[in-house]
């Protein structure tokens, strides 16, 4: 499988779900570079990710857009997120159920057909300004 295959199985398997799906296609010292706070290391850690994500949010991924590098090592992604916040998390504001549309894009290395880092990045200001109005 080449790394955009390998990077648009990722992705359907998060738009159905099946976070053991996304799991296999990780590297077991996945690097996760989240748009805010700490860095987290292995595929434990990454799932406990999902489980909270799972728990507060419900999103879809659409609009997606795949470029690849020549080496076929990175893959850059972007897509629009389509979610529904229905827990609250953490410090941030509570949680009503509101949906929002908003812009991401994520950056994905590869090696020896394991996804081995995912960054993510979106506006975070623009988020708690959807779920506020």
Same mark, same amino acid.
């Given at each position: 499988?080449?790394?955009?295959?390998?990077?648009?199985?990722? @992705?359907? %398997?998060?738009?159905?779900?099946?976070?053991?799906?996304? /799991?296999?296609?990780?590297? =077991?010292?996945?690097?996760? =570079?989240?748009?805010?706070?700490?860095?987290?290391?292995? +595929?434990?850690?990454?799932?406990?990710? #999902?489980?909270?994500?799972?728990? %507060?949010? =419900?999103?879809? #991924?659409? =609009?997606?857009?795949?470029?690849?590098?020549?080496?076929?090592?990175?893959?850059?992604?972007?897509?629009?997120?389509?979610?529904?916040? +229905?827990?609250?998390?953490?410090?941030?504001?509570?949680?009503?159920?509101?949906?929002?549309?908003?812009?991401?894009?994520?950056? /994905?290395?590869?090696?020896?057909? +394991?996804?081995?880092?995912?960054?993510? @990045?979106?506006?975070?200001?623009?988020?708690?300004? /959807?779920?506020?109005?």
């Amino acid at each position: 499988m080449t790394a955009l295959e390998l990077a648009q199985q990722y @992705y359907d %398997c998060f738009n159905r779900k099946n976070w053991e799906g996304m /799991l296999e296609l990780l590297s =077991d010292a996945i690097r996760h =570079d989240v748009n805010q706070g700490e860095t987290r290391v292995g +595929k434990e850690r990454y799932r406990e990710f #999902l489980q909270h994500m799972d728990e %507060c949010y =419900d999103e879809h #991924l659409s =609009d997606m857009v795949f470029l690849t590098e020549p080496s076929g090592t990175r893959i850059a992604c972007e897509f629009t997120v389509n979610g529904v916040y +229905k827990k609250n998390d953490g410090d941030l504001l509570p949680a009503r159920n509101q949906k929002y549309v908003l812009p991401a894009g994520a950056f /994905l290395g590869v090696d020896g057909g +394991k996804i081995t880092r995912v960054t993510t @990045y979106y506006n975070l200001p623009r988020w708690i300004k /959807l779920v506020s109005e």
